[in-house]
C-alpha cells in the first residue's frame, strides 16, 4: 500500500529494532523534576499505552522518543518515531489531502507525489470525498483521521499518539477508539499511546503502563490479553479498569 | 449603507455653513465648489493623480520587499533583530518633513526620493505586523515539524510564512491608508508633479477650492488602495472564518 511512499530518510538512534527503551530516564524543565527514573521496553509491534494523572510526564516521554527534548539522566534508545500532537495541529490553510502529506513534503516530495500518497489511505480511513476540504469544515473525529494519516505517512516504525481522541465527545471518541484498533491490526507499529483514559488504554493497547503523578515514575504495568476486538463491557476489560483506577489510586 | 449617510449629512451641513455662515470660500469651499473645481481643473489634476498613484504603488512595493526581507531576517536570526529592531522602531521617529528636503538633496527631484519615503512610511507596519505574525505560530504544528527534522527554511515555508499571511495583510492594509502621506511630503520637498505639487502651487494661487479636489483625490486615492489591499486579502487568505469583510 505504500508502495509509492518513500521512507524519509532519517537515521534512527537505534536501527537495530523497531522498539522503544526508557533506561532509568530523568528529566527536569528548571526546578520542576518531571520523570524520575522511568524504565520501560516497548517491543516491535507492541501498543503500550501510558496512562497517569496531568501533568505527570506522559507528554514528555513522546517528546524524548521523537528527539525532541533530551534526557537529564539515563538513555533513551529509540526508532525513528512520528508524532501526533495532543491537538491535531493541522495547518488551517491547508487541504486534508495537503495536511495528510505534510510529513511526505517535508521529507522532500513534490506536492503532487505527495498528495497522491496521502489520496491512497483516504478511503480506508473514511476521510473519501473530503480531500480538499480545510480542517475547519471537517468534524474533530475526521481531523483527527486526518492527522492520523500524517502520522503513518512520516513512515516511521513508532507511532506516539498524545492523548489522540481527548478533545472529542464520549460518542465520536468511542468510534474512533474501533477505528484506531482497526487501522493499528492493518498497518501494525510500535505506539506509545498516551491518555488519562484507563477504559481507552484498556481497549487498545497490549500493555498499559502506570504512571505517577509528578515527578513521574512506572507504578505498575498490566498485560491486557483479552482477544481484540475488545468492548468495554468484557468482563476481562471491566476487572483490568479497575484494577487499573485502584493502582493509580494508590499512587 | 450607514457610512454614506453619514457622509452625505456632514457634506450636507458642511454647504450650509459656508452657504448660511457666510464663510469665505477662500477660506473654506463648499463640497459643491470642490466638485465644482474637480471637474473644472481635471485635466490639470488627473495627470497629478496619475504621478502620486504611481509613486506611492512603487514605494508601497518596495516597503512590502525589503519589510518582508527584514521581518524573515530578524524572525530568524536573533543576533539580527536585537540589531535591527531598535532601528526598525527608531525610523517612525523620523518627522518625514525634515528628512524629505535632504532624500530630495541626495537623490535629486526624480521618482526615486518618493518612493524612498513612500517606503518609509510604510515599511514599519508591514515588517512589524509580518515579524508578530511569524511568530506566532502554533507551538504544536512547531513541534510537528521538529519532530519530521524539517529545516528551518521548510518550516518557514510550510508553515511560519502561510500563518503568518492574516498578520501581514493586516499591516499591509496600514501601510496602503498612510501610503500617501510619504508621496505628499516628498512632493512638497520638491517636484514638478502630482497631488503634492497641485496641492502648493493651488495654495501658493489662492485655489482654495482647487486645493480642496487634490486633497479629496488623495482621499480616494488611499481609500482605493486599501480597498485594493483588502480584495487581495480576501482572495489569499481564505481560510479564517471572518464576520467582517474588512473593506472601506
Request: proline letters at 6%; glycine letters at 8%; charged letters at 20%.
Amino acid at each position: 500500500m505504500q508502495s509509492e511512499v518513500e521512507a524519509p530518510v532519517v537515521a534512527p538512534r537505534d536501527t537495530e529494532a523497531a522498539g522503544v527503551e526508557f533506561d532509568a530516564v530523568h528529566k527536569s524543565y528548571g526546578a520542576v523534576e518531571v520523570l524520575r527514573g522511568v524504565t520501560l521496553r516497548v517491543a516491535p509491534d507492541e501498543i503500550v499505552a501510558l496512562v497517569g494523572p496531568s501533568g505527570c510526564g506522559k507528554s514528555t516521554l513522546l517528546e524524548l522518543v521523537c528527539g525532541l527534548t533530551a534526557p537529564d539522566g539515563g538513555r533513551v534508545r529509540a526508532a525513528a518515531a512520528a508524532l501526533m500532537p495532543q491537538r491535531d495541529a493541522l495547518l488551517p490553510w491547508a487541504s486534508a489531502l495537503d495536511n495528510a502529506g505534510l510529513a511526505l513534503r517535508v521529507a522532500g516530495a513534490g506536492r503532487a507525489e505527495a498528495r497522491a500518497a496521502a489520496r491512497e489511505h483516504f478511503a480506508a480511513f473514511g476521510l473519501e470525498g473530503f480531500e480538499r476540504a480545510r480542517p475547519a469544515a471537517l468534524s474533530g473525529g475526521m481531523r483527527q483521521r486526518v492527522a492520523f494519516v500524517r502520522t503513518l505517512l512520516a513512515g516511521r516504525p513508532v507511532l506516539c499518539l498524545d492523548e489522540p481522541f481527548g478533545a472529542l465527545d464520549a460518542l465520536t471518541r468511542l468510534q474512533m477508539q474501533r477505528w484506531l484498533a482497526g487501522a493499528l491490526a492493518r498497518e501494525p507499529r510500535t505506539v506509545l499511546l498516551v491518555t488519562h483514559d484507563v477504559e481507552e488504554a484498556v481497549l487498545l493497547a497490549d500493555r498499559v503502563v502506570l504512571l505517577s503523578p509528578r515527578p513521574g515514575r512506572v507504578v505498575a504495568t498490566l498485560e491486557v490479553t483479552p482477544p481484540r476486538p475488545r468492548a468495554r463491557d468484557d468482563r476481562a476489560v471491566v476487572a483490568l479498569r479497575e484494577r487499573a483506577l485502584e493502582a493509580l489510586g494508590a499512587a | 449603507m450607514t457610512a454614506l449617510l453619514a457622509l452625505l449629512l456632514l457634506l450636507a451641513g458642511w454647504e450650509a455653513l459656508v452657504w448660511l455662515g457666510g464663510v469665505d470660500p477662500l477660506l473654506l469651499p463648499a463640497p459643491t465648489q470642490v466638485v465644482e473645481a474637480l471637474w473644472e481643473d481635471r485635466a490639470l489634476l488627473a495627470p497629478d493623480l496619475w504621478t502620486t498613484a504611481y509613486e506611492v504603488v512603487l514605494g508601497l512595493a518596495a516597503a512590502v520587499a525589503a519589510g518582508a526581507a527584514l521581518a524573515v531576517a530578524m524572525h530568524l536570526s536573533p543576533a539580527l533583530r536585537r540589531a535591527l529592531r531598535p532601528l526598525v522602531i527608531g525610523s517612525q521617529a523620523v518627522p518625514v518633513p525634515v528628512i524629505a528636503p535632504l532624500v530630495i538633496l541626495v537623490l535629486g527631484f526624480g521618482l526615486a526620493p518618493k518612493v524612498l519615503l513612500v517606503a518609509l512610511v510604510c515599511f514599519f507596519p508591514i515588517t512589524i505586523n509580518l515579524y508578530d505574525g511569524l511568530r506566532a505560530t502554533d507551538p504544536d504544528a512547531r513541534r510537528l515539524l521538529r519532530s519530521l527534522h524539517a529545516t528551518r527554511w521548510q518550516a518557514l515555508r510550510l508553515v511560519e510564512a502561510p500563518a503568518a499571511l492574516p498578520a501581514a495583510f493586516t499591516g499591509l492594509k496600514v501601510a496602503a491608508a498612510v501610503a500617501v502621506i510619504g508621496a505628499v511630503f516628498a512632493e512638497w520637498a520638491g517636484a514638478e508633479a502630482g497631488l503634492g505639487h497641485a496641492l502648493l502651487t493651488a495654495n501658493g494661487q489662492l485655489e482654495t477650492a482647487r486645493a480642496f479636489a487634490a486633497t479629496l483625490l488623495l482621499f480616494l486615492l488611499a481609500v482605493a488602495l486599501y480597498g485594493a489591499c483588502a480584495l487581495l486579502e480576501r482572495r489569499v487568505v481564505d481560510w479564517t472564518p471572518r464576520t467582517d469583510s474588512g473593506g472601506p
